[in-house]
């Protein structure tokens, strides 16, 4: 479904901007102005971004982590900006199937390398992992990125789902698998570690811009699953008091994440909590320091 609601995004986005095209040439307008206007049309999401950096300026408390500087900020926001067109313009609605899951087979005695099981986060499906899948594939890591629907519905409906990846990697491998989490897949696989006996099934968490304590944006919520990530939400309490203990887990938050602030909503105690500087929400996942982490636990 999100596929498909980004590939219409992405089509009515390249219509309005050929529209303009057409029409500002045939009215005379000036090539600077219809040059700049052209690509405001086909970067919508940029000043959505934008603000949202304005926001995290005025409302985000950065502890732990030290206040980013205005350049920082700009520097996160081009970031973001530049690789949401990757992500959402082409990855997710168009190459969500491009990489297949990779499952090496092996003889029912042997134990095979530690697989990987991608948990995408809010208004995402697998295509957000392409770049890590492909990687993992040539360094014939075993694993599964799995698309979570409904998109809009509650988040403890992606146990399901979470439950039967790892049932499949832990057949394919014989071992039990690291579980990566980014956003609000870090909390559907939290919630799937209480419903399903998940602690003793899996060889740890990794969860990159987690609101495991909520986010200051989700005040402005319109569904279910971004509802439950509400700072003070009835959900959040109930997962953290039945939560399991976070040795196992390493959490990456940033100071200029603009979805998930404040900072520290993004840690958990206990847990081995990473500072990623300088990079937003989705560009985290560009960060070597987080595929070098991953590689560590599943070599080790």
């Known amino acids: ?16 901007a050929g529209g303009w095209w057409w029409a500002s040439g045939v009215q005379g307008v000036g090539w600077p102005w219809r040059i700049t206007v052209a690509i405001l049309i086909l970067l919508p999401h940029a000043p959505v971004l934008a603000f949202e950096f304005v926001l995290l300026a005025v409302f985000g408390n950065h502890h732990p982590a030290p206040r980013p ?20 313009g082409w990855r997710q609605p168009f190459r969500a199937n491009a990489v297949p899951d990779h499952l090496p ?3 029912p005695t042997d ?22 899948m492909r990687r993992l594939r040539r360094l014939d890591v075993p694993f599964i990125a799995v698309t979570m629907e409904p998109p809009f519905g509650s988040i403890d409906e992606y146990a399901g789902t979470i439950d ?15 579980i990566v989490g980014h956003s609000m897949g870090g909390l559907a696989v939290r919630h799937w570690l209480q419903t399903c006996d998940g602690a003793s099934r899996c060889a740890g968490i990794v969860t990159v811009g987690s609101p ?7 005040r402005f919520a319109f569904s ?17 008091n039945a939560g399991p203990a976070m040795a196992s887990f390493i959490c990456f938050y940033g100071h200029c994440d603009n979805i998930v602030f404040p900072a520290a909503t993004a840690t958990l105690p206990g847990a081995d909590n990473r500072h990623l500087p300088g990079l937003a929400h989705v560009h985290m996942l560009s960060s070597p320091e987080i595929f070098d982490a991953i590689l560590s636990r599943v070599q080790a």
């Not at 205005?70 to 992500?87: D, I, M, N, S």
């Open 1 to 16: 479904m999100i596929a498909r609601l980004q590939r219409l995004l992405v089509f009515t986005v390249l219509a309005a």
């Open 69 to 88: 500087s205005a350049w920082a900020l700009v520097r996160a926001w081009a970031g973001e900006v530049l690789w949401g067109v990757q992500t959402f």
């Open 105 to 107: 087979a092996r003889a």
């Open 111 to 132: 134990v095979g390398r530690r697989g990987v099981l991608l948990v995408h986060g809010y208004v995402c499906n697998r295509g957000l992992w392409n770049p890590w």
């Open 164 to 178: 039967a990846a790892v049932r499949r990697l832990q057949a394919a491998t014989g071992q039990q698998p690291l």
């Open 212 to 218: 495991h304590h909520g986010t200051w944006l989700a």
């Open 224 to 240: 279910h699953n971004a509802r439950q990530m509400q700072r003070g939400s009835a959900w959040l309490a109930a997962l953290a």
